[in-house]
């Protein structure tokens, strides 16, 4: 706890340090990039942190397959499926539909697997396709509203993934950004034939953070953030 607020660290190296600690606890995070950014791994950082402190995590998919997932995730060190079999790690495939569903129902399977596990950090990846179910503006942000309302009756710190978008200014956005605590960007783009990793922190609602984008490496122990290092995006 860092002050009155109390924080949910991250657990990447260099990172909880430019938000004072890590996320407000309870907050709805969102970490936006382009495909092959790092935007899962940054998410099951976040997890992980989470596992080994003995704290119950949910990962609800839309897009991922489970042992696709876990093989991928063991690369840099972690065993899911030990956490799973120790009942701290729930692993959800849902449909966008599903969640939508869930909406419906007040909370539904997710608010009871909740309750059972007592979770207390929630990753959603991707809510991209969520958003894509609603065509007009209006029903999108209407249903975003209902399920971060959702999320906060819970009590869990969330971390949601957004495939980000370009603009032809070349300015950047994600679906459902507008009501989350916190906002990040993962970087991966091409320049000189060299593709070149950074971060961003957009937005962290009561937190100081910097105006600078760091560069950024995905290594054999996943995310490593060099904060030293301000690179040109």
């Known amino acids: 706890m860092i002050g009155n607020i109390e ?8 990172f909880d340090s430019l938000i ?27 997890l992980v942190d989470g596992l080994e ?29 030990k956490y799973e079999k120790k009942e701290k790690f729930v692993f959800m495939e849902y449909t966008p539909e599903q969640v939508k ?10 608010e009871a697997i909740i309750e059972q596990h007592k979770i207390k950090r929630l990753v959603i990846d991707s809510i991209t ?11 999108k942000k209407e249903s975003a509203l209902a399920l971060f309302e959702l999320i906060n009756n819970w009590n869990c710190t969330a971390l949601l993934t957004s495939q980000a ?9 994600a679906a459902l950004d507008f009501e989350v605590d916190g906002i990040i960007y993962l970087y991966h783009i091409k320049k000189g034939g ?34 030293k290092e301000v690179v040109a995006i």
């Not at 978008?165 to 956005?173: F, K, N, P, Q, V």
């Open 129 to 139: 396709s969520f958003a894509l179910l609603y065509q007009d503006e209006l029903t």
């Open 194 to 227: 060299l593709r070149k990793r950074g971060i961003e922190i957009i937005k962290m609602r009561g937190t100081k953070i910097p105006e600078k984008t760091f560069s950024l490496d995905i290594t054999s122990k996943g995310i490593r953030i060099n904060t």
């Open 53 to 81: 402190k003995n704290e119950a995590c949910l990962y609800i998919t839309f897009e991922g397959k489970k042992k696709k997932i876990y093989e991928d995730m063991s690369e840099f060190g972690w065993d899911l499926e």
């Open 20 to 46: 004072e600690g890590g996320f407000k606890k309870d907050s709805i995070n969102l970490v936006a990039g382009s495909a092959g950014s790092g935007k899962t791994i940054f998410a099951m950082h976040f």
């Open 165 to 173: 978008t370009y603009s032809d200014r070349g300015e950047i956005s």
């Open 7 to 14: 924080r949910v660290s991250v657990g990447i190296p260099g």
């Open 101 to 110: 569903k869930v909406l419906v129902e007040g909370g539904g399977t997710i």
